[in-house]
């Protein structure tokens, strides 16, 4: 029995060029998927898509602003030549920004919740609708944050962003359950890629150890099995509406 095999399916992960998408990318292909690298930056997809080959898996990269539906439908149009299915979507890329209250911007704002939000949502319609009409079930995975709930001090817009992401998770799993399309959230904790741990300034990492009972940054790796999990429909065939927490007990942290 093989609760994680993913041999024969296909799986989308937008913004899979990114330090987190890609790592859980690179599990998703070693278990067995074909997996579509979606992103805007060819250069980092390409070496997304030469570590999922060194895992024994295969991929592919495509080219896409994720939030334009027009380019979303492009890319699932190109993924239905190459491999004929979509079983599995990811949705991962992120944008934030550490502005003031009162100092953000209508153009802030709307440039992160498009990012966000709005791609997120358009994904979801196009690969879900696609999931819907073959009639063979599927597994959506959101990329969420511990700002979510509750929201993290500097960080207003991205904390909103993650807020809304939550619920439309929990919308959807309701919504597509009778088609068994899964749809749940992953909530990572602080996983600093090494260039953002140099401008973490002391006192911000003094607070987030404080407030993390395990007390150090997660490695990109440790979102692999959480990934795995929700892409199985072996292993996780009665698991939809679910924000699992992969954050060292942050959520569960208080005074």
Known sequence: MNLFDLSGKTAVIIGGNSTLGGTMAVALGAYGAD?????????TAEQVKRRIEQAGGKAKCFTADTTSKEQLSQVLA???AWTGRVDVLMNCPGKNSAT???DISEEEWD??????LKGCMLSCQIFGKQMIEQGEGGSII??????SDPPLSRVFTYSASKAAINNLTLNLAREWAPHNI????????FFPAEQNRKILSPDRIASIMG??????????????GAAVFLASSAASSFVTGAL???????GSMTI
């Not at 997996?35 to 060819?42: C, E, L, S």
């Not at 440039?111 to 966000?116: G, L, P």
């Open 100 to 102: 003031p209250f009162f």
């Open 35 to 43: 997996v579509a690298v979606v992103g805007r930056n060819q250069e």
């Open 182 to 189: 899964r749809v749940n959230a992953i909530i990572p904790g």
């Open 244 to 250: 699992i927490r992969v954050d060292g007990g942050f």
């Open 78 to 80: 190109d993924v239905l």
């Open 211 to 224: 407030h993390t009972p395990m007390a150090r940054f997660g490695e990109a790796e440790e979102l692999q």
């Open 111 to 116: 440039s992160i919740m498009a990012v966000n």
């Open 142 to 147: 959101n990329i969420s944050s511990v700002s």
